[in-house]
């Protein structure tokens, strides 16, 4: 089946979790992409409106925030955008597979099960959110959730700073970070004055205020994104090979994680 949005129709196939283990009626946990207006939608599970977990946007492979299924030994996974539809299929690589997905409303996570037949059970395989740094925002606007850390998980983007000191300070991290310096773009500037960091092996922030053109590669993109004031990072959409394709985010970034 095709997972996603026909766009003609305005139809969106999406998951919806039970009610609770006995009423099969809709619960207010659901699964799906962004919404039709969104640029290029990433896909979420929500909690009634509010953004719960959010996969990060497809690059060529995989989801961004999802790197352990870019390598997958059991399906073979892509997304279609094509001006009338955009959705994610997925095939069996072995169809002697039983494979099912479920959305649970107790605890609010996507899984997919494999049928064990020696233990005649099923087995997860997968289940996202994993951690606090997969609940959608958990370290604000502008920072960097650290997997792999214990203590302080959330840490400002370099050039950045927290927004609430005192917060920061208490581990609440829901306001994110603002820069140390605001961008002056009327300001006459020297060639090369202003610049990138590179970020390596994270889930790509919310595609909410994105841009996106396949017709130009990555040196194009950062031109772009460097004459544009509004513009604050780039990267290639599909990863693929070389790399091909650009997406330029403005305004603040969203829901970063150091998924490696």
Not at 89 to 100: A, D, E, F, P
Not at 173 to 187: T, Y
Request: glycine share 10%.
């Amino acid at each position: 089946m095709k997972f996603g949005w026909d766009l003609r129709k305005g139809l969106n196939t999406q998951f919806t979790a039970w009610r609770n283990w006995d009423d099969p009626c809709p619960g207010d946990v659901s699964s799906g992409f962004g919404a039709v207006d969104d640029i290029y939608p990433d896909g979420y599970i929500w909690k009634g409106k509010a953004k719960f977990y959010r996969s990060g946007p497809w690059n060529g492979i995989g989801f961004s925030g999802s790197p352990e299924l870019e390598a997958d030994q059991l399906f073979d996974s892509h997304v279609v955008y094509n001006g009338n539809e955009f959705y994610y299929m997925y095939k069996l690589k072995n169809n002697s597979v039983i494979s099912i997905v479920v959305l649970n409303q107790t605890n609010m996570a996507g899984e997919r099960l494999i049928w064990m037949e020696g233990d005649q059970n099923w087995r997860s395989y997968f289940t996202a959110p994993r951690d606090n740094c997969n609940n959608y925002g958990h370290c604000g606007a502008n920072a960097n959730c650290m997997v792999l850390e214990t203590v302080g998980i959330c840490q400002c983007l370099k050039g950045y700073k927290p927004k609430s000191p005192q917060g920061w300070d208490l581990r609440d991290w829901s306001e994110g970070c603002v820069r140390n310096n605001q961008l002056n773009c009327h300001k006459e500037k020297e060639k090369d004055e202003d610049g990138f960091l590179e970020l390596d092996g994270i889930k790509m922030p919310d595609t909410r205020n994105t841009w996106f053109n396949d017709g130009i590669n990555l040196k194009e993109c950062r031109v772009k994104c460097l004459n544009n004031c509004s513009c604050v990072a780039y990267s290639n959409r599909d990863i693929r090979g070389e790399g091909k394709g650009c997406r330029i985010w403005f305004g603040n970034l969203m829901d970063i994680t150091n998924s490696c």
